[in-house]
C-alpha cells in the first residue's frame, strides 16, 4: 500500500524504512539545503523548507506493479494536494536496479520515465481535462491525472554534467498546474524570481541551460521536452508518451 509522507515523518520513522529510502531522503534534504551550490528552482526549495513537498517511494522501477504504485502516490496527492500548502509538489524516489549497476544510461532511464507516466494513466478514473490536450503534439498539452494537469521533473544517476536534474536514484517531482498558476498571478515576482532562477542554473550546472527550457503557453514551447532534459542540447524528436486506457470505461 503506498503512503505520502512529510520529511518529518520519514526521519523520525527511519526504523520502519528501507536503507536506500533513508539514503533518498538524506541526499534530498542535502540538495535542498546546500548553501554554497543553491538549487535552482526557487519555488522547490521554498516548498522543501515550509513542509509542503509530500513524499512517496517506488520500487523496485522494473517490477510490474510500478505504475500502479506511481499511479496510486498521484491519486493519493491529487486529492489532498490544496491543504499542503501553495509550494506543494509530490516528489517520488524510485528504486531502479541499475542504480546498483551502474551499467545503464541516459537512454534506459528516459524510457523508463516516459513508460512508467504512460502506464500509470491505465488506472486514471477520471477524464482528461477538457481544457488540456491530449495529444503531445499540441503546445499546450501536459501530463495530467485525476483530472488535474503536472509539470513534471525528473532527475537520474545518468545526468552529470545537467547537475540540476542529477541524483543518485531516479526522481520524480510533479507540480500541480495550480500551483504554478498562483505563482505566476504576481507577475512583478515571479518574472524576478525566474531571473533569479536562471542565475542559479548557470551557476549550478556546468553547462548551459536546455534550450527546450521554455514559457508554458508559448507556441513554441512543449512541456514535455522539459520533463526529462539530456546532458547535451539534444532532445526526442516527438514525445514517448501514449496514454492507456482500461477497457471497462469503453463499455460505459
Known amino acids: 500500500m503506498v503512503k505520502l509522507y512529510k520529511l518529518d515523518e520519514i526521519l523520525q520513522g527511519s526504523d520502519s524504512r528501507e536503507p536506500w529510502q533513508l539514503d533518498a531522503v538524506h541526499k534530498w534534504k542535502m540538495k ?11 519555488p522547490a526549495v521554498l516548498g522543501f523548507t515550509l513542509n509542503h513537498l509530500r513524499y512517496g517511494f517506488i520500487g523496485p522501477a522494473e517490477e510490474n506493479d510500478a ?11 491529487g486529492e489532498h494536494s490544496r491543504t499542503f500548502g501553495p509550494y506543494t509538489s509530490l516528489v517520488v524516489f524510485i528504486h531502479a536496479k541499475s542504480e ?4 545503464e544510461g541516459m537512454d ?40 488535474e494537469p503536472y509539470f513534471v521533473y525528473c ?13 543518485p536514484y531516479m526522481v ?8 504554478l498558476n498562483q505563482f505566476n498571478a504576481a507577475p512583478l515576482r515571479a518574472e524576478k524570481t525566474k531571473q533569479m532562477i536562471r542565475k542559479r542554473l548557470h551557476a549550478y550546472d556546468p553547462v ?45
Open 32 to 42: 535542498m539545503t546546500d548553501r554554497d551550490l543553491k538549487f535552482p528552482c526557487i
Open 67 to 77: 505504475a500502479k504504485q506511481l499511479a496510486d502516490l498521484l491519486q493519493c496527492f
Open 100 to 103: 546498483a549497476q551502474h551499467r
Open 108 to 147: 534506459y532511464y528516459e524510457q523508463l520515465f516516459w513508460s512508467l507516466l504512460s502506464c500509470a494513466t491505465e488506472f486514471d478514473r477520471k477524464p482528461w481535462p477538457v481544457h488540456v490536450p491530449d495529444d503531445p503534439s499540441e503546445h499546450l498539452w501536459e501530463f495530467c491525472y485525476g483530472g
Open 155 to 167: 532527475g537520474t544517476p545518468a545526468h552529470t554534467l545537467r547537475r540540476s536534474r542529477s541524483f
Open 172 to 179: 520524480l517531482a510533479f507540480t500541480p498546474r495550480w500551483v
Open 208 to 252: 548551459p541551460p536546455h534550450p527546450d527550457l521554455n514559457l508554458y503557453g508559448a507556441e513554441d514551447n512543449y512541456e514535455w521536452r522539459q520533463y526529462f532534459l539530456h546532458d547535451s542540447e539534444d532532445s526526442l524528436p516527438v514525445c514517448p508518451f501514449a496514454r492507456m486506457y482500461r477497457k471497462y470505461e469503453n463499455k460505459t
